[in-house]
């Protein structure tokens, strides 16, 4: 779990690479467009590395919670204790990423939209799940899903003379749709009505109007889901399954979480949306955790007790992996610093040893090595950054 934590991490602090950069100065190169591409969010239906990083953060928080709810019970913490930690945690979490995304800004910025004030709007209700039966917690993973889809659906849909440009949204864009999914269109949903209402409950510089990703608060129930699908994971785990019986019902899962949302989208029912977290990228999404946690967990637990250099080799993942809010911190609060003060102090020489289309690349990997180094010497003194 730490490895495929760590995974995703270094996935999100990758983005100092900056490969779409190398793809405008080499255009011909199908790797830096590949990559490039893997490093970007899709424009809004569909799926890259990339948009797996949010699922996979979720996801795994859901995967944590039966362990940390067995760890708190051994201690002899009482149920009104942990939900009280549990509440903390959730206004922590929204708090930290409203912080993070009020950087260099003139005033706070209320929105709620990225990964810490979406795991945080949701986990109260991931905890309570966590001490329900089983069953209760797949019919909420059915209820949220039927729920949220149903209230996209029933919202009215706009009239021929709806103005797409005021939402950020070209008229003539590709990804528009039509007859049930168009209730699934970017910056003209229940969502995006639902923020500019809620939005502009709290202090602005200019009212909000749309959000130019398409992201919204609302996605926070969904985000719920994908933390249910890690939490029924999460008790496959710890169910003391053969090491084989795991692994198939992972990748089972991930298949039929897979073909599901596909389904859904081919059917015209949901397309496979991550900015708003539409049901069909919940199931999608989810069976891609599901593979993604099977591989791990057989490149490290299976294949690394045969084979001790995949632990050793997956060590430095480890290392990021707990400490991931620490790492997610400082990927949002000293990225910049690091880069200004390796040219301020080095210059820009060192950086162009392969030529002046390579800099970035090079003053990337610098700056990941850093980072490294400082979740490096965070683990040697036992210092985790937890919530």
């Known amino acids: 779990m730490d490895v495929y934590r760590g995974f995703v991490m270094t996935l999100m602090v990758a983005e100092v ?22 490093q970007s969010h899709v424009a809004w239906a569909g799926c890259s590395l990339h948009d797996l990083i949010q699922p996979s953060f979720s996801f795994l928080v859901g ?12 201690t002899g913490q009482s149920f009104s204790v942990q939900f009280g930690h549990a509440l903390r945690r959730s206004l922590i979490l929204i708090l930290l990423g409203i912080f993070l995304r009020s950087l260099h800004a003139d005033q706070t910025n209320f929105t709620f939209e990225d990964t810490l004030t979406q795991i945080g709007l949701g986990y109260p209700v991931l905890f309570l799940l966590g001490h329900a039966r089983v069953r209760t917690g797949w019919l909420a993973f059915g209820g949220l899903l039927t729920g949220y889809w149903l209230l996209f659906v029933l919202y009215p849909l706009p009239g021929p003379s709806f103005n ?3 939402v950020g949204v070209p008229d003539n864009w590709a990804q528009h749709y039509t007859g049930l999914m168009a209730h699934f269109n970017k910056n003209n949903n229940v969502a995006w009505a639902f923020d500019t209402w809620f939005l502009n409950l709290f202090p602005r510089e200019s009212p909000f109007l749309f959000n130019g990703g398409g992201y919204a608060t609302l996605s926070f129930l969904p985000t719920l889901v994908t933390m249910l699908f890690g939490l029924q994971v999460g008790r496959w785990l710890r169910a003391g399954l053969l090491p084989a019986a795991l692994v ?17 989208q081919t059917l015209g029912i949901c397309p496979v949306v991550k900015r708003i977290w539409t049901p069909a990228w919940v199931l999608f999404s989810g069976g891609c955790c599901c593979w993604l946690m099977a591989f791990f967990y057989g490149l490290i637990d ?6 001790p250099f995949i632990r050793r080799a997956g060590f430095s ?26 040219h301020t102090h080095l210059g820009h020489g060192p950086f162009r040893v392969f030529g002046d289309g390579y800099e970035p690349l090079l003053t990337g990997l610098a700056t990941m090595a850093i980072f490294y180094l400082i979740l490096r010497w965070m683990y040697r003194r036992n210092l985790f950054i937890r919530i």
């Open 317 to 342: 993942l480890v290392i990021v992996g707990m400490n991931s809010i620490a790492i997610y911190c400082l990927a949002h609060l000293i990225d910049g610093f690091i880069v200004d003060t390796l």
């Open 17 to 38: 690479l900056r490969f779409s950069k190398l793809h405008e100065t080499f255009p011909e190169s199908a790797l830096w467009r590949f990559l490039s591409n893997q």
């Open 63 to 74: 995967v944590a919670l039966p362990y940390s709810l067995v760890s708190r019970a051994k």
């Open 302 to 307: 299976l294949a690394g007790t045969r084979y």
């Open 248 to 264: 198939q019902r992972l990748l089972l899962a991930g298949l039929l979480g897979i073909l599901g949302g596909l389904l859904l």
């Open 164 to 166: 797409y440009s005021q």
